[in-house]
């Protein structure tokens, strides 16, 4: 179990570019998660997904930002014509159920993007 | 989605007991109560989880009143590695979404 991974590290993009990111999470985890976090501020949930299917979305999810999880392993998660707004630490996490417990969540390094 | 408050900031010193505490006055029936720690440039880290009374693993223990309208962390013996963000958040048994919350930033001193 090498934990979750997410490539590239970090991301320096121009406002009007696309980027994606990958989100690589623990085997047989059945859940992800993407978070978005700015300087001093908690990571702000986007989207989740069971397996393939993506359950629920954050309000905070535009239409510029798009995610997927083809085949129910790693996710990617798009960014349509950035902005300087969409400057932040991308979180990804997965976890999977535990008996009563609740699904705890294991993040990855997250990805940093800049657009200048 | 029940919201939280926390204490933006808390000092302590080595080797002594800390106690973070938690507001969440919306918290559902079926809301269960977790706490991440996050240090500068990493994701969050799992601490401890619980839905009432006590819950103590190796690194923490978690308070939670009968009324189940705030919850205390404490961490026992801190050392100066335990600088970091800690996060109370709420989400039902599914955590199907969170509110993590501007967490409260602890410093240990020397």
């Known amino acids: 179990d090498t934990g979750v991974s997410q490539d590239p590290r970090h991301k320096i993009t121009k406002r009007g570019q696309n980027v994606t990111f990958r989100c690589d999470p623990i085997s047989e985890h059945n859940r992800l998660y993407w978070y978005r976090q700015t300087l001093g501020q908690g990571p702000e949930f986007l989207t989740y997904f069971q397996n393939e299917a993506q359950l629920e979305k954050s309000r905070l999810l535009s239409d510029r930002f798009s995610a997927e999880r083809p085949k129910g392993s790693f996710s990617t998660l798009e960014i349509q014509r950035t902005e300087q707004g969409d400057s932040a630490m991308y979180l990804c996490a997965s976890s999977y159920p535990r008996g009563e417990s609740s699904y705890e969540q294991y993040f990855g390094p997250g990805t940093r993007l800049t657009v200048t | 989605l029940a919201k939280t408050t926390q204490p933006i900031s808390m000092d302590s010193y080595e080797g002594q007991e800390v106690n973070i505490t938690c507001s969440h006055n919306n918290i559902a029936t079926n809301d269960y109560i977790t706490w991440y720690q996050q240090f500068p440039s990493q994701g969050p880290r799992f601490i401890i989880q619980g839905y009432k009374t006590k819950v103590t693993n190796e690194v923490a223990s978690l308070f939670i009143p009968a009324d189940r309208k705030s919850s205390t962390l404490s961490l026992p013996r801190v050392s100066l590695s335990d600088t970091a963000v800690y996060y109370c958040?709420?989400?039902?048994?599914?955590?199907?979404?969170?509110?993590f919350g501007s967490g409260t930033k602890l410093n240990v001193k020397p």
């Open positions: 958040l709420v989400g039902d048994r599914n955590f199907n979404k969170f509110y």
